[in-house]
């Protein structure tokens, strides 16, 4: 239905058509679905909102809504919504569209005929809407109520409706409930309360347990392992490069692969492209302690150039070994050490077990 062609992958056409898709905007030809329409096309384009607003007058939250909202609409029209329907949204009401964006396509078209059939304000398709998507979670449907949207709204005001002994709130939502109600059996169970004033008091929900991360070492970095000495050179190089996800430092990966959480010291954080190879402590070298454990070596591939204050992972007649070099090396560098991590230390396996002697 847009009058607003997709704009061109050539730039300089790119450029003309999205100064075109700006002129309209700003004059504000067409509806608000095109308007939603052109407004997405520019912003995937390279536009950011705060220049929008200030090349045609819309704000960046009733960019969202337009957008969000031609969104709603196209679905509701593939969905098969009534010619007077899409009639009447397609001139008004992107902020109604806007509240049902949380519904699949049918219930989107479904929702948005009963918002028109009763001519709900945005507040109110809110509600609709919630009370929509709650009913579809239910595995059966509850007794007298029917898979119409009308009766979803209309089982929300009657589950309300129970839980007050205000006569007054208790009147309106029964009163809602009667006007949205779509089957005779679902207005009977609503009638119904006119002469039961049982009161069923609503159960709190549990509060969601939240917990903000406070340092950056109580955000772990998970590093690929490239396994246990003895090991390949082509092992280290097998190993992918790994992108985190902020905000919270999720990696994404195919295949086999380990990984190591390991805390957010800085310099971990520091390394460009970590990889952890598994050994014993004995295999480093200047090592004096007798006892020998196993241990995580850190090292960043990226860090490939001599410095003096370094330990290096270097390629020993094909196999992975670990050196430090007083002065440059003629021999090629696969990564610089970056930290060595111990394992936790129990002081007794057995203790541990009898929480009463850990308190003595």
């Not at 109110?124 to 979803?152: C, Q, Y």
């Amino acid at each position: 239905m847009t009058e607003f062609p997709p704009l061109p992958e050539n730039y300089d056409n790119a450029g003309d058509a999205a100064q075109e898709l700006l002129r309209k905007l700003r004059q504000k030809q067409g509806n608000w679905v095109e308007w939603g329409m052109a407004i997405a096309q520019l912003q995937k384009a390279g536009h950011n909102p705060q220049e929008i607003f200030e090349a045609t007058g819309f704000e960046p939250i009733q960019q969202n809504q337009v957008i969000v909202g031609a969104q709603v609409y196209n679905s509701i029209e593939q969905a098969g919504a009534s010619p007077a329907v899409l009639t009447h949204y397609g001139t008004r009401g992107s902020d109604i569209l806007y509240e049902l964006r949380l519904l699949t396509n049918s219930e989107r078209a479904a929702a948005a005929e009963l918002t028109f059939q009763h001519q709900v304000d945005a507040d109110e398709a809110k509600e609709v809407a919630k009370a929509i998507k709650d009913f579809s979670r239910f595995p059966t449907l509850p007794d007298g109520f029917s898979n119409h949207p009308g009766d979803a709204v209309a089982y929300q005001c009657w589950k309300l409706a129970r839980q007050y002994s205000d006569l007054q709130e208790r009147s309106r939502l029964i009163a809602k409930g009667l006007r949205f109600a779509y089957s005779p059996t679902a207005r009977k169970q609503i009638e119904q309360l006119l002469t039961d004033f049982t009161v069923v008091p609503k159960r709190p929900a549990p509060i969601i347990p939240f917990f903000r991360l406070e340092s950056e070492e109580e955000l772990p970095r998970l590093v690929p392992v490239a396994g246990e000495l003895p090991l390949k050179t082509q092992d280290l190089q097998a190993v992918p490069v790994v992108e985190q996800i902020e905000p919270f430092r999720m990696v994404k990966f195919a295949g086999e692969q380990a990984w190591v959480p390991l805390p957010g010291w800085q310099v971990v954080l520091g390394a460009s492209d970590p990889v952890v190879i598994l050994c014993k402590s004995d295999r480093l070298p200047n090592q004096t302690q007798p006892k020998s454990e196993t241990v995580l070596v850190v090292c960043d591939r990226a860090v490939q150039e001599w410095d003096d204050g370094s330990y290096f992972v270097v390629d020993n007649a094909g196999e992975l070994d670990f050196q430090w070099f007083e002065t440059a090396p003629s021999i090629p560098l696969l990564g610089r050490i970056v930290v060595v991590v111990r394992p936790k230390k129990i002081l007794d396996e057995e203790i541990t077990k009898d929480s009463w002697q850990i308190d003595e």
